[in-house]
Nanobody, 121 residues
């Protein structure tokens, strides 16, 4: 089974930047969708950014122009570059992927365990 491991979270001041990484544990045959969700204290989990095969990348209105989703296929890694961070971005960020792993023939959904991002002075 594929495992997604996030890293790159931490504490940053408002206006700063962080880059989150999400690495898959095994080779991937095909990716249907990949992206990041987040859950802030006292709020529901929300979509941050998602890329759908052939459909481009969608971002939450609150992060448009500040966050950028990318992927390094050779490393089976998804990145979320976060610039101009605001206190409102404070949340646990979860990597998500819908993919077909080598040895499988169907798309399955996978979630990382989450990485904490705290934006504070």
């Amino acid at each position: 089974q594929v495992q997604l491991v996030e890293s790159g979270g931490g504490l940053v001041q408002p206006g700063g930047s962080l880059r989150l990484s999400c690495a898959a544990s095994r080779s991937i045959l095909s990716i249907n969708a990949m992206g990041w969700h987040r859950q802030a204290p006292g709020k529901q989990r929300e979509l941050v950014a998602v890329s759908v095969s052939g459909g481009g990348t969608d971002y939450a209105e609150s992060v448009k122009g500040r966050f950028t989703l990318s992927r390094d296929g050779a490393k089976n890694t998804v990145y979320l570059q976060m610039n101009s961070l605001k206190p409102e971005d404070t949340a646990i960020y979860y990597c998500y992927a819908s993919l077909v792993a080598y040895g499988s023939s169907t798309y399955k959904s996978y979630w990382g365990q989450g990485t904490q991002v705290t934006v504070s002075s």
